[in-house]
């Protein structure tokens, strides 16, 4: 029996699946499979595959299926370089406004980016990492900005998961604490720093935290 599933929640899932890596990068997925697996008709399925390649997240084949985007390093190396440009400007619009109750949902964002490091869940970190950046550049009110961040935060997100991970989970747990340390470190240092209205010192704290990944690559020479 089919289940009635809108094309929102079909995308959800998708979406999901490719961003934290499930649906590897380069792999073909089939209409016909996950029409099967969600028990769902084939109009949801066809439009959401539609809309995530109208993202780039992947690539429609004629005939054939569509494909997970591809990743690569030099990708995501500019896609950070990208970010290291955009994400000070929500920073400098963001101070402006934010106020004590922002500062309260920062602080607790943090307060649940430590409980996963300490579940040792690579995935929930990088997730609760994206959270906080977003949530800036929400703050900054720049509704083509916040698009144009959020649609990199996925990408670097989905790379993070792929390279760092591998990383990570081939460390030694205290070269792994250190790491996830260092995250949490980054982004409290960041909301102290916004707390303070400390412009310069927010924009050093998020520079440093989006050179992480290059520091990792540099490290593990891929």
């Known amino acids: 029996m089919l289940k009635k599933m809108s094309i929102g929640k079909v995308y959800s899932v998708l979406k999901n699946r490719i961003l934290n890596c499930e649906y590897k990068p380069g792999q073909l997925i089939f209409e016909k499979e996950i029409v099967d697996e969600l028990k769902v008709s084939r109009t949801p399925v066809r439009e959401a595959l539609s809309i995530l390649n109208g993202e780039g997240l992947l690539i429609l084949i004629p005939k054939r299926g569509a494909q997970i985007a591809p990743l690569s390093i030099k990708r995501i190396r500019q896609v950070y370089e990208i970010r290291k440009l955009l994400e000070p400007l929500s920073i400098k619009q963001a101070i402006k406004s934010i106020k004590n109750s922002n500062i309260e949902d920062l602080t607790e964002l943090i307060n649940t980016l430590r409980k996963s490091v300490s579940n040792s869940n690579t995935v929930e970190i990088f997730g609760y990492g994206m959270d906080i950046h977003l949530y800036i550049a929400n703050l900054s009110g720049n509704e083509i900005l916040v698009k144009i961040l959020r ?72």
């Open 151 to 222: 649609i990199l935060r996925e990408e670097s997100y989905r790379g993070c998961v792929y390279y760092l991970r591998q990383y990570i989970d081939r460390c030694s747990a205290d070269e792994r604490k250190t790491v996830e340390k260092n995250i949490v470190e980054n982004h409290s240092k960041f909301v102290e720093a916004l707390k303070a209205g400390d412009e310069y010192a927010a924009i050093k704290y998020v520079i440093e935290d989006l050179d992480i990944f290059n520091q990792f690559a540099e490290e593990i020479n891929i």
